[in-house]
T-cell receptor, first 113, second 112 residues
């Protein structure tokens, strides 16, 4: 287990389609985070899981977004009815505690055309 | 609420120049502080961290000291290299919280 893995790395989709991204965290990490990053900006928090429980969601996470972490292992982030404004890099991170560093995956770059 | 403010870029330096990227924070408690680096098309990599006041984080020639009195965590390097060209993000997290807060990033370009 060499780090946080995200798939796919790139996704191009047509507006209105649904997309799903997967994140495999470092195996012993019980905390998992999703962030969204647009060009020239820092990562913005979307949601947080502790084990399988989704404990916090940002206002950025509209009704079209849903995230799951079944059995506290991998996580998926689904965007329904994609819009051009959803184009961004979606980053997943995991950690053991919130006051220690988070380890990030390489991200999934979504382009909505 | 918690937030991080960092120096806007882009920053362009010649090789072997001294680097400072300023970062200040606002936090309700006693945060841990981090610097992350991001290379083009990649995720974020931890560069260094400090978990309490007066701690100094260091890695690969970079240093930052946790200054509670000035709520700052400025990143420094004595002699930058071309390979240091990247975007640098200051971040914080609190034990009582559930997320990391990031600054907007500072783009650094080092020219030979």
């Amino acid at each position: 287990d060499t780090g946080v893995s995200q798939n796919p790395r790139h996704k191009i989709t047509k507006r209105g389609q649904n997309v799903t991204f997967r994140c495999d965290p470092i195996s012993e990490h019980n905390r998992l985070y999703w962030y969204r990053q647009t060009l020239g900006q820092g990562p913005k928090f979307l949601t947080y899981f502790q084990n399988e429980a989704q404990l916090e969601k940002s206002r950025l996470l509209s009704d079209r977004f849903s995230a799951e972490r079944p059995k506290g292992s991998f996580s998926t982030l689904e965007i329904q009815r994609t819009e051009q404004g959803d184009s961004a890099m979606y980053l997943c991170a995991s950690s053991t505690r919130v006051d220690t560093e988070a380890f990030f995956g390489q991200g999934t770059r979504l382009t909505v055309v | 609420g918690d937030s991080v403010t960092q120096m806007e870029g882009p920053v362009t330096l010649s090789e072997e120049a001294f680097l400072t990227i300023n970062c200040t924070y606002t936090a309700t408690g006693y945060p841990s502080l981090f610097w992350y680096v991001q290379y083009p098309g990649e995720g974020l990599q931890l560069l260094l961290k400090a978990t309490k006041a007066d701690d100094k984080g260091s890695n690969k020639g970079f240093e930052a000291t946790y200054r509670k009195e000035t709520t700052s965590f400025h990143l420094e390097k004595g002699s930058v290299q071309v390979s240091d060209s990247a975007v640098y993000f200051c971040a914080l997290s609190e034990l009582s919280g559930n997320q990391f807060y990031f600054g907007t990033g500072t783009s650094l370009t080092v020219i030979p």
